[in-house]
């Protein structure tokens, strides 16, 4: 049996499988923006000067990064309706689990990111702010979180796409994105060679949209007057080489 | 610059609300009262007393380590005290009295009482983020709740004054060290504060770009601003100065007009001091 382009433009075409993309890319933007805010909180619980917040923060970090992320999807999906009648309910489907399991899995790693963020803001930056009279809600706002961004940034990115790679995970719990719809045409087709080439190609270019999107975005903390003309997309290719 | 345009301008700055100052107003600006500072079990500083008259420039000396950039610090709330105490205008500040003791503010109370103090540090500490304007009106859209347009209008302006009025659009990693703290200054000026603190504010600047920071503080020395300014700077101290303290191992050793100081420091350790900066 050869590789039939047929079958693989099939595939790559096919509703199913784009359904199962956007499931897929919605996972990632979903789970990956509320490991950002779980791991802000854990971040500041970390350094605050509270011994029980920085021992829960620390806890939760061992915790989280310990257990096999697909334990935890499972232990979610199938253990917790069990504990938790609540979540027997139409609305606790195998997408909001993922959800779940993957921001708070997430959210561990980002709590260390966040962390060295927070470290690599200088010291006298603080010092100034207060010096000016801001309060510390302030300091923190205008001053220290745009610093923290830029630093989070590539780190963050690189977790992102992690992120999108791990939601194929999310087959084991039957949520149809990418992979389980692969793997189900496989089953009914024996097509393996041009079904996984399909997921692939799906695969690079979401993550090749994601690393346009990040270059951008690093640009805007470049932090420099000379911006204009610069957004072509020789400009956008560069910052992508360069990392 | 062709006219010459003050930094303490009260059509720029507006007058200070809520104050009860007048221009006669009697007692020192700010004093300090036996101040006591430890770090562990050092003590960094141990009883200093210091009183800044309005209008008078105060410069302290004294070898690294003696405690003066730890007493500015103190002086603008940046540091809890373990003793004595802060007064600005004859009110003292930082804490309050709780049955008898000092208690420290919250930090969302200090800072209403920082805006009033301000502060220029060695290493400039701009906002890398933000252009010198934005660094400049960060204080007055934060702090004073000015609008963005009034905010935007004076800082402008008061970049002009301190001649970067074509550098407003320049972020700090885009501008001398010279230039950066000139924006340091005229972002704490732009408060209009009632006394400037300057922790050694040429030390991290080459050579060639003192001048110019120096050029600025002479020009606010001028126009009447109550500063305390920690340096090494010895011309500005003998040319500026209303006073020279001198402080080592965190005390206050002698204190005296510039003239009387340089010509014949009473204290064996002045002089000594005096010999290793010339």
Known sequence: MSFDPAVFWGALTSEGMRAGAIIAISLTVL?????????????????????LLRGASWTYVWIFRAIPTLVQLLFVWNALPQLFPALREEWFSAFVAAWIALSMNEGAYMAEIVRGGLLSVDEGQQLAARALGMTPWSVFRTVILPQVVRVIIPPTANEFITMLKITSLASAISLRELLTFTQQQISITFRFAEFYAAAAIYY???????????????????????????????????????? | ?????????????????????????????????????????????????????????????????????????????LEAIDGGEVRLEGRTIGVRQVGGRSIRLAERELAHQRSEIGMVFQRFNLFPHLTALRNVMLGLTEVRKRSQDGARQIAADMLARVGLGTRVDFY???????????????????????????????????????????????????????????????????????????????EIIEEGSPEEFF???RHERSRRFLEAVH
């Open chain 2, 172 to 250: 700090p990693s885009e501008l001398s060290g010279g230039q950066q703290q000139r924006v340091a200054i005229a972002r704490a000026l732009v408060l209009n504060p009632k006394v400037m603190l300057f922790d050694e504010p040429t030390s991290a600047l080459d050579p060639e770009l003192v001048g110019e920071v120096l050029e600025v503080m002479e020009e606010l020395a001028r126009e009447g601003m109550t500063m305390v300014v920690v340096t090494h700077e010895i011309g500005f101290a003998k040319h500026v100065a209303d006073r020279v303290v001198m402080m080592d191992e965190g």
């Open chain 2, 263 to 265: 010509a014949n420091p």
């Open chain 1, 204 to 243: 690079l270019v979401i993550v090749s949209v994601f690393m346009v999107l990040q270059a951008l975005l690093e640009r805007r903390f470049r932090w420099t007057s000379q911006r204009g003309g610069e957004r072509s997309i020789a400009s956008v290719m560069r910052a992508i080489g360069a990392r």
């Open chain 1, 31 to 51: 789970a990956q923006l509320t490991a950002v805010f779980i791991g802000l909180g854990l971040a500041m619980m970390r350094g605050s000067g509270i011994g």
């Open chain 2, 1 to 77: 610059m062709t006219e010459h345009r003050p930094l303490l301008d009260p059509a720029l700055l507006g007058s200070r609300e809520g104050s009860a100052e007048s221009p006669g107003a009697t007692g020192p600006v700010l004093a300090a009262v036996e101040l006591r500072k430890l770090y562990g079990r050092h003590e960094v500083l141990r009883g200093v007393s210091l009183e800044v008259e309005r209008g008078d420039v105060k410069v302290v000396l004294g070898p690294s380590g003696s405690g003066k950039s730890t007493m500015l610090r103190c002086l603008a709330l």
